[in-house]
């Protein structure tokens, strides 16, 4: 993909140039990259030891996210979905026109807590290299990826079905702007050499989505996609993906044929003949790529991911099995505060109860068993009453129709001996009364 995006463009200056200007400019082009390289690369990686004597990644940071440090936790939070909140929470109408709604169903949780700093993750593969990383001012263990590589997570081992979503938070520092790419690929392939050439070696033309990201450090970035079906594509300024920021949660949607793909709160692809409704996939890899990931500190940072199946159906479970859990609604490091991406979910729960006006429910918080049993249940209850908040401040669904309780760990949905099974039990119910 990288050599297609750098080939063409030159390909098509040398018809129109002399090849003396044409090496005066592509001269001017590779000394700019350098430049801007040289220049970043005191502050773009820097090390700092921690108490244990393990090395953690000091991130660049604008002065926004500075200025928000003090806010920043240390520690992962073990009764949320996702770990890490890499965006500001702020107003959760910052995220008004996110209408990713989560899978059901978590089947890939992936935050590396049983792993070691240092290490490459256990249940993952590789013909490459990574390891484990902390990084300053962020939650949680990252995955530094700053070679070549195929990389991906074992614990995928059937076809997905066809509605599931992925989320995670990536991160690239300044030394892979301009030259970096990072790439999500969903495949169907039949071994672990085709995994590894990323579904090509067997199977050319079947079932795949790509995205890849392009990272810039002082203009909006860019992006190709492609599938089976609609062939290879690039989109062109894409501003949250500038390296500046930091980090972007990524999410992806799949329903049948349609794709979707946000980066932040901003939906950056709606592709509605994306696959065939009923292409089945049963790899998703990660791929990172770069002539000079091995100079001068460029790395990309994969954190946080969660893979998960089934469609939203909020009106068919509450109205006719009474019930409906999701796993959408993100909180804050032990607290009861919103976060903006839970945006989606939310707006789909009050719509179903717009629709139906004699409609009342019982908002009923869970979480896993780490921690304090009264501490989690108390965190159930005010999470569920933060929940009923929202519903009637920003969706402004009558106060009369909604009830809250909290469960804690005391009703689990699956194991809490797995990091998986944890991350199902944390969840809010919505029960028809």
Same mark, same amino acid.
């Given at each position: 993909?990288?050599?297609?995006? $750098?080939?063409?463009?030159? +390909?098509?200056?040398?018809?129109?140039?002399?090849?003396?200007?044409?090496?005066?400019?592509?001269?001017?082009? =590779?000394? *700019?990259?350098?430049?801007?390289?040289?220049?970043?690369?005191?502050?773009?990686?820097?090390? *700092?030891?921690?108490?244990?004597?393990?090395?953690?990644?000091?991130? &660049?940071?604008?002065?926004?996210?500075?200025?928000?440090?003090?806010?920043?936790?240390?520690?992962?939070? &073990?009764?949320?979905?996702?770990?890490?909140?890499?965006?500001?929470?702020?107003?959760?109408? @910052?995220?008004?026109?996110?209408?990713?709604?989560?899978?059901?169903?978590?089947?890939?949780?992936?935050?590396?807590?049983?792993?070691?700093?240092?290490?490459?993750?256990?249940?993952?593969?590789? /013909?490459?290299?990574?390891?484990?990383?902390?990084?300053?001012?962020?939650?949680?263990?990252?995955? /530094?990826? #700053?070679?070549?590589?195929?990389?991906?997570?074992?614990?995928?081992? @059937?076809?997905?079905?066809?509605?599931?979503?992925?989320?995670?938070? $990536?991160?690239?520092?300044? #030394?892979?702007?301009?030259?970096?790419?990072?790439?999500?690929?969903?495949?169907?392939?039949?071994?672990?050499?085709?995994?590894?050439?990323?579904?090509?070696?067997?199977?050319?033309?079947? &079932?795949? +989505?790509?995205?890849?990201?392009?990272?810039?450090?002082?203009?909006?970035?860019?992006?190709?996609?492609?599938?089976? $079906?609609?062939? @290879?594509?690039?989109?062109?300024?894409?501003?949250? +993906?500038?390296?500046?920021?930091?980090?972007?949660?990524?999410?992806?949607?799949?329903?049948?044929?349609?794709?979707?793909?946000?980066?932040?709160?901003?939906?950056?692809?709606?592709?509605?003949?994306?696959?065939?409704?009923?292409?089945?996939? #049963?790899?998703?890899?990660?791929?990172?790529?770069?002539?000079?990931?091995?100079?001068?500190?460029?790395?990309?940072?994969?954190?946080?991911?969660?893979?998960?199946?089934?469609?939203?159906?909020?009106? #068919?479970?509450?109205?006719?099995?009474?019930?409906?859990?999701?796993?959408?609604?993100?909180?804050?490091?032990?607290?009861?505060?919103?976060? &903006?991406?839970?945006?989606?979910?939310?707006?789909?729960?009050?719509?179903?109860?717009?629709?139906?006006?004699?409609?009342?429910?019982?908002?009923?918080?869970?979480?896993?068993?780490?921690?304090?049993?009264?501490?989690?249940?108390?965190?159930?209850?005010?999470?569920?009453?933060?929940? *009923?908040?929202?519903?009637?401040?920003?969706?402004?669904?009558?106060?009369?129709?909604?009830?809250?309780?909290?469960?804690?760990?005391?009703?689990?949905?699956?194991?809490?001996?797995?990091?998986?099974?944890?991350?199902?039990?944390?969840?809010? =119910?919505?029960?028809?009364?």
């Amino acid at each position: 993909m990288k050599k297609i995006f $750098l080939v063409v463009p030159f +390909f098509l200056v040398c018809i129109a140039c002399p090849a003396q200007l044409l090496n005066r400019i592509k001269n001017k082009v =590779e000394q *700019k990259v350098v430049d801007q390289v040289d220049q970043s690369i005191d502050k773009a990686v820097q090390k *700092k030891k921690n108490k244990d004597g393990t090395a953690a990644e000091t991130a &660049p940071e604008t002065n926004e996210q500075q200025a928000n440090t003090a806010n920043v936790p240390t520690q992962s939070d &073990p009764h949320q979905p996702v770990v890490a909140a890499l965006t500001n929470t702020g107003d959760i109408t @910052s995220y008004s026109k996110f209408d990713f709604i989560a899978g059901n169903k978590i089947i890939v949780h992936e935050d590396y807590s049983k792993d070691e700093i240092g290490d490459f993750p256990a249940n993952w593969n590789t /013909r490459s290299g990574a390891e484990i990383v902390n990084i300053e001012g962020k939650t949680g263990k990252w995955l /530094r990826m #700053n070679q070549d590589g195929v990389f991906y997570p074992e614990d995928l081992t @059937s076809d997905l079905p066809e509605n599931f979503t992925l989320q995670l938070d $990536l991160i690239g520092n300044k #030394n892979v702007s301009n030259i970096g790419e990072f790439m999500i690929s969903f495949m169907q392939t039949s071994d672990v050499d085709q995994k590894f050439d990323l579904g090509k070696s067997k199977s050319i033309g079947g &079932p795949h +989505f790509k995205v890849a990201f392009q990272p810039t450090s002082s203009d909006k970035g860019q992006l190709t996609y492609s599938s089976n $079906l609609i062939g @290879s594509q690039f989109k062109y300024g894409v501003p949250e +993906f500038n390296i500046e920021k930091n980090a972007v949660k990524v999410s992806i949607w799949r329903q049948k044929q349609r794709v979707r793909v946000y980066l932040d709160s901003t939906k950056v692809l709606d592709l509605p003949r994306a696959l065939d409704a009923a292409a089945a996939l #049963n790899t998703l890899a990660f791929t990172a790529i770069s002539p000079d990931f091995n100079q001068k500190g460029g790395a990309f940072f994969l954190g946080n991911i969660q893979l998960a199946v089934g469609a939203a159906d909020t009106r #068919n479970k509450l109205i006719s099995e009474g019930k409906f859990t999701t796993r959408g609604i993100l909180f804050d490091v032990n607290s009861a505060n919103i976060l &903006p991406q839970s945006y989606g979910s939310l707006k789909d729960i009050a719509q179903v109860l717009h629709e139906n006006a004699s409609m009342r429910v019982q908002i009923v918080g869970h979480t896993d068993s780490d921690g304090n049993d009264d501490a989690n249940l108390d965190l159930s209850k005010r999470r569920a009453a933060a929940i *009923k908040e929202s519903l009637i401040t920003v969706f402004k669904v009558d106060a009369s129709r909604v009830e809250t309780d909290g469960k804690g760990e005391s009703q689990p949905a699956d194991s809490n001996d797995t990091i998986l099974g944890k991350a199902n039990n944390r969840r809010v =119910e919505f029960v028809r009364l």
